[in-house]
């Protein structure tokens, strides 16, 4: 089973093929994915929030402010930028059960 490192490695792999469909296969059936906008619950619900979203990441560049893992919790802060959008500063927490992602908090402010 992959722990909590390896999960979000993977994550961010997997956002960069800008596919829904594989995205989505990193959150547990049941997640939760909250954002100021919504409350995404289900591997349907959150699939259908990154098929909207991944367009804009095309050409995104990432730039990692802290990457943090301890136990099961993953803490993300970035920024970064690319034809469609600038980001100041976004962040993302990662809750890992049983090798896939249960929980999911985020937030970015734009330029």
């Known amino acids: 089973m992959r722990n909590p490192q390896d999960v979000f490695e993977n994550h961010m792999k997997v956002v960069n093929t800008l596919n829904p469909t594989i995205v989505a296969e990193d959150y547990s059936d049941d997640a939760i994915f909250i954002t100021p906008d919504k409350t995404y619950r289900g591997k349907v619900e959150i699939f259908n929030f990154y098929k909207a979203f991944l367009p804009n990441f095309d050409g995104f560049?990432?730039?990692t402010i802290k990457q943090e893992?301890?136990?099961?919790?993953?803490?993300f802060v970035w920024s970064g930028k690319n034809k469609h959008i600038d980001i100041q500063?976004?962040?993302?927490?990662y809750i890992v059960e049983n090798g896939k992602i249960k929980q999911h908090t985020f937030l970015a402010i734009n330029n």
């Not at 500063?89 to 927490?93: C, G």
């Open 61 to 63: 560049q990432f730039k």
């Open 69 to 75: 893992t301890n136990d099961n919790v993953v803490y």
């Open 89 to 93: 500063i976004a962040t993302d927490t």
